[in-house]
Every structure is written in C-alpha cells, then in structure tokens.
C-alpha cells in the first residue's frame, strides 16, 4: 500500500504560478512512476505529468513548457511547479503512484504507466 498526500492548490489570475507537492509513505520501494492528474466535473480525469525513478519525466501536450517537476526523493516528495496558468488549467489535482489494474498514463508509449494508488486531491482554480 502507498499512501498521497497532497499539499498547495488555491486560487490565482491567468499568468500566474502555484506550486504542488506530493508526499509519498509506505511501499513505496517498488513504485517506478508517480504521476499527476487533473479532472473538472463532467469530465474525465487526465494526466498531466509523470516522474519516472530514471529521473525522466513526461508531460502532456497542454502543460508542456509551461509545468516542469521536481522531485525530492529522500522526502518521498515530488513537486509540481506550473507557471503561466491557464483558466482550462482550473480543477482538483491528484498525485497518483504506480499500482497495477489503474490507470495508464500516457496512455501508450515506453513511457506510460499504470496507476492505482491516488491522494486525496488539491483544489487549482484559475481566474480570467
């Protein structure tokens, strides 16, 4: 079992900046990928960025060049960073562990993985 526990989140204009983290506990060991996802009401949750223990990472098309991660792997951390926000950036945002039967983001490629371990979630609202 993996628990999430995300922090950061809140409200900010278009153009502006927030800071995520993602704190990870348990077992933890065999997890080679966390990830983050977002989902508005009505719609389904997406992926958006995902760290891989390669020290690669993966981003969406939407985010690219705008959100870059950091992780912080003796914390159990890592951070998502997202700058120049959008209004279409706004829903809940949760980190998410690697765990087999979940969710698979990308959704094909080398790079996807699959996720089934999920925090609680962090609210982003973005304002025109």
């Known amino acids: 079992q993996i628990q999430l526990v995300e922090y950061g989140g809140g409200s900010v204009q278009a153009g502006g900046s927030l800071r995520l983290s993602c704190v990870a506990s348990?077992?933890?060991?065999?997890?080679?990928?966390m990830a983050w996802f977002r989902q508005v009401p009505g719609k389904e949750r997406e992926g958006v960025a995902a760290f891989y223990t390669d020290g690669t990472t993966y981003f969406a098309d939407s985010v690219k060049g705008r959100f870059t991660l950091s992780p912080d792997l003796a914390k159990n951390t890592v951070h998502l960073h997202m700058n120049n926000l959008k209004p279409d950036d706004t829903g809940m945002y949760y980190c998410?562990?690697?765990?087999?039967?979940?969710?698979?983001?990308?959704?094909?490629?080398?790079?996807?993985?699959?996720?089934?371990?999920w925090g609680q979630g962090t609210q982003v609202a973005v304002s025109s």
């Open positions: 348990g077992n933890t060991a065999n997890s080679a990928c």
């Open positions: 998410a562990a690697e765990g087999y039967g979940g969710t698979w983001f990308p959704p094909r490629g080398p790079q996807r993985c699959q996720y089934n371990y």
